[in-house]
């Protein structure tokens, strides 16, 4: 699981710096992701203490290399991606496909590492 193990330190990046950003400097941040509407302060710095948060268990789930919880975590961002083209087609904020392809990347690469992780790696012709 050494690809996929890799892969989650993307994840544990856009977490960390995603929430750091809302909570030092919430409108710049959601600007620069193309927002086209006005959001409170608050509620966005909420929104960064929560990413970093969840930051903090995936960068739990790297130190310690749990693997059990590796597919959790495209469960989780599955889940979210779904929410983000519900929150799109809701508000047509080109904010929340900024962030899609944000954690859509995100999941490409852990699936992909996932997959090849779980090849068996060729025996050389011994029984």
Known sequence: MKRTHRSLYYLASYLTLGGVALIVSPRFFVKLLFSNQEYTDVSLRFLGILLVSLAMIVIQIIRLKVEALYTTTLVV?????????????????????????????????????????????????RN
């Open 77 to 125: 961002r599955i889940f979210i991606s779904i929410g983000l083209i519900g929150l799109y087609s809701y508000s047509n904020d080109p904010l929340f496909l900024s962030l899609l392809v944000i954690v859509g990347l995100g999941i490409v690469m852990t699936v992909v590492s996932y997959v090849r992780d779980r090849k068996k790696p060729a025996t050389g012709g």
